[in-house]
């Protein structure tokens, strides 16, 4: 596959999110949160997404130049409407204001509904253990239902991620990101562009039955991604669609209309400093030391080493950030028509892209 530079690549997507409306900040802004997605191998949710986003934001489910608007402000305990914005910028300065009251007052609770996609979650929960903060993230997506529930043979939810960050003591942190839905759809998505088949044990065809071809996540006539871990996963799901959605108001998902391209998240944050609750000590000493413990297992076969979660994101990272970031010929030409569309000559994205 072709390989990107990141800065170059940023800058073709910038100029397409520019020709949506988009001021330079959010631009910019949008285009640095999805190539960091493709940075950390999380194709799925990098730039391959922006055909979608400029679909969302011409049927009018994107609105651009957006911010968190608040609902409810208890001080520790507060709530946000993202005004369905991109949920780029929306998410960055909801991170913002929840950070800053955990640093006032020890912990944040915040929900916020209607943004639009989230993108990465992974990359809040990094923003808050940066801020020596501990994050919990459950969210909900209001599009296309893709996920059949345990037992059932047809679509009825969506990926519906969980996260957490851990900041550790002198080490970098753990960061858990994954969707409930056995693979995110987006994985899906880059398997049938790349025209790759996947395991059956992720996705089921429009009779219920175990597939491994991608094109019943991506065409119609439409199957369903499996939960992780059967029952679990499903239970997990349940999780995030009430308190990512629900208890935020941003709604849940209870519709068979596939009609719309628009992806709005629900997102509950738990943010909590460690320093605040007279157990610093302990706590930064028993992190350290299990994931000690957790490292010194003997590897077993068909592995290099045991790895902690975040650990694969940041390998990757590094490699890419030598080496170039992997797009596959058929997404780029998706990239290039959501240009087209936004009025933007291929000439200059390409130009830009391969600078």
Request: hydrophobic share 40%.
């Amino acid at each position: 596959m072709p390989l990107y530079q990141k800065d170059s690549l940023g800058k073709a997507i910038e100029i397409i999110v520019r020709a949506g409306g988009s001021d330079a900040r959010e631009a910019k802004i949008v285009a640095e949160n999805l190539v960091a997605a493709n940075l950390t191998g999380h194709d799925s949710h990098g730039v391959g997404m922006i055909p979608r986003y400029i679909e969302s934001l011409l049927e009018g489910g994107l609105v651009v130049n957006q911010h968190p608007q608040f609902k409810f402000d208890g001080g520790a305990m507060i709530s946000l409407d993202g005004q369905q914005g991109y949920g780029q910028v929306i998410g960055l300065e909801a991170m913002e204001i929840g950070i800053g009251r955990a640093k006032q007052h020890g912990m944040c609770v915040m929900g916020l509904g209607r943004a639009h996609h989230l993108c990465r979650i992974g990359q809040w929960a990094e923003q808050a253990v940066a801020a020596g903060l501990i994050s919990l993230h459950f969210t909900n997506v209001i599009s296309r239902s893709i996920v059949a529930p345990f037992g059932g043979a047809d679509a009825r939810f969506g990926t519906n991620p969980m996260t957490v960050g851990i900041p550790i003591p002198n080490q970098p942190p753990f960061i858990l990101d994954m969707a409930t839905s056995a693979v995110a759809q987006g994985k899906i998505r880059v398997a049938h562009n790349k025209r790759e088949k996947v395991s059956p044990d992720w996705l089921i065809d429009n009779q219920g039955q175990p597939t491994p071809d991608p094109k019943f996540g991506v065409v119609e006539p439409f199957g369903a991604l499996r939960t992780f871990g059967l029952h679990k996963g499903y239970g997990l799901a349940v999780v995030c669609e009430l308190l990512g959605g629900a208890l935020t108001g941003g709604g849940t998902w209870h519709s068979d209309d596939r009609s719309k391209k628009r992806v709005w998240n629900g997102m509950l944050t738990i943010l909590i400093d460690p320093q605040r609750m007279g157990t610093a000590e302990v706590f930064g000493a028993e992190t350290t030391a299990f994931l000690e413990s957790l490292r010194k297992s003997p590897v077993a076969p068909g592995f290099d080493k045991v790895r902690i979660a975040g650990e694969p994101e940041r390998e990757t990272r590094a490699q890419r950030e030598r080496d170039g970031i992997p797009v596959d010929q058929n997404t780029w030409e998706e990239i290039i028509a959501a240009g087209a569309k936004l009025k933007l000559e291929r000439e200059a994205i390409d130009k830009l892209a391969n600078a």
